[in-house]
């Protein structure tokens, strides 16, 4: 069983950032139930479709349960105090004035239960001219100065495509759980946290702002290269791939410069950093010109021959099949019911427990609502009378029996 077996978590979350902080808590052993509308997390309709499902969706909901309610029914608030009364924990990214009529803000969730641990994500804080906007990935990307950092030193700024922002928020936000239930086991009181996406983004951004603050120095946009070393960047293979070079010290530019057979370290232009920042275009064009006669795998085992930092520029399906990311145990797969495996990737833990078995994909809208009225404390009447009065969604056998 895993660390956190017996601890219970309710999900009030919608994308990206909570649903992947409750999913991770639950690969490690939460009981994690998912509270979604009657039409599901938006995120169910966005990006292509597995078996019907949005790929995107499943990536970020495994080891859940799902409750539909309609949460615009009076009805739904009493469900979800019910809830709230017997879970450890409560994420939520829900916004005022919804939080306050779900009656899951802190002040109300703490009088429910007054031991629980409150996990609170906004798109900005809590507090300021911002607070209550709503807000996404790429917004914070802009708002912290990570777009301004991006993309060609001559273009216009650009956000990273993957949503490192958001994924980065769901972090602290386990982090913000398990530093909080750690509280609460020395105190005995229950614990608030609260974290945004511009605060995770700031924390991306630390060394930038960090050197800002301290010597007004403003980190330029270098697309591949380096302000502080060089070389660093991207070149050409004579196969056609491609690889990232990077020399962080002078030890690092004699190894790739060995690697590469070539003594550019001799070279009064690349005898030190500060020389090489100086003829960093000749620097880029002499390893340049030594890449265009290797192919990629002949100069990965040459760099790894001599310790020097090198590494393929993979796409997307290139990196599923990787023989590290394959040895890392970084891709999880797991059969369904019905016999069909899920693949995704795997929280980035190597652990020593027993994973909670076996984990479970991401659930159907709803999946679970009745079986969880039922643990709960309702009857079967009025589980009936809530299905047939549109308060709760279930599955209906032929959304349970769904072709492939």
């Not at 009657?38 to 309709?45: A, E, H, K, M, N």
């Not at 004035?97 to 007054?114: E, H, N």
């Not at 972090?171 to 759980?177: D, N, R, S, T």
């Not at 990077?246 to 550019?264: T, Y």
């Amino acid at each position: 069983m895993g660390p956190l077996a017996g601890t219970r978590v309710l999900e009030v979350a919608s994308m990206i950032s909570g649903p992947y902080a409750a999913s991770f808590l639950g690969s490690l052993g939460a009981d994690v139930v998912k509270v979604e509308d009657l039409q599901g997390d938006p995120l169910r309709v966005l990006g292509p479709r597995w078996r019907g499902q949005s790929a995107l969706f499943m990536s970020v909901n495994r080891n859940k349960r799902s409750i539909a309610l309609n949460l615009a029914d009076p009805g739904a608030r009493e469900i979800i105090a019910r809830l709230v009364e017997r879970s450890d924990v409560l994420i939520t990214n829900v916004q005022e004035p919804a939080l306050s009529a779900l009656g899951i803000s802190y002040d109300q969730a703490s009088k429910v239960r007054p031991d629980i641990v409150w996990v609170g994500i906004t798109a900005w804080g809590k507090e300021g001219p911002y607070a209550g906007r709503p807000g996404i990935d790429p917004l914070a990307q802009s708002l912290s100065g990570l777009a301004s950092l991006n993309g060609g030193d001559a273009g216009r700024p650009s956000r990273v495509p993957a949503p490192i922002i958001d994924m980065t928020t769901a972090l602290l936000a386990v982090i913000g759980a398990l530093v909080g239930l750690q509280q609460r086991n020395a105190t005995g009181s229950g614990q608030r946290v609260d974290t945004s996406l511009l605060e995770a983004a700031l924390c991306l951004n630390t060394t930038s702002l960090g050197s800002y603050l301290l010597t007004g120095w403003v980190h330029p946009r270098t697309a591949n290269r380096s302000p502080y070393f060089a070389p660093s960047g991207i070149f050409r293979c004579a196969d056609g791939s491609h690889v990232f070079l990077s020399a962080p010290n002078d030890g690092f530019f004699r190894r790739l410069c060995e690697a590469l057979g070539i003594p550019l370290y001799q070279d009064e232009r690349f005898k030190d950093m500060e020389s090489r920042l100086a003829h960093v275009d000749e620097l880029e064009r002499e390893i340049q010109d030594i890449c265009n006669g290797l192919a990629l795998f002949e100069l990965l085992e040459r760099c790894a021959r001599y310790r020097a930092l090198a590494a393929p520029v993979l796409d997307i399906p290139q990196v599923v099949q990787h023989p590290q990311v394959l040895a890392n145990d970084s891709i999880v797969e797991v059969v369904d019911d019905s016999g069909v495996t899920f693949r995704g990737i795997d929280v980035p833990l190597r652990r020593g427990w027993a994973d909670p078995a076996p984990p479970a994909i991401g659930p159907e809208i709803g999946q679970h609502s009745v079986e969880l009225l039922l643990e709960h404390g309702y009857s079967s009447q009025e589980v009936a009378r809530f299905l047939a009065d549109g308060l709760v969604r279930a599955p209906d056998a032929a959304a349970q029996s769904r072709p492939l």
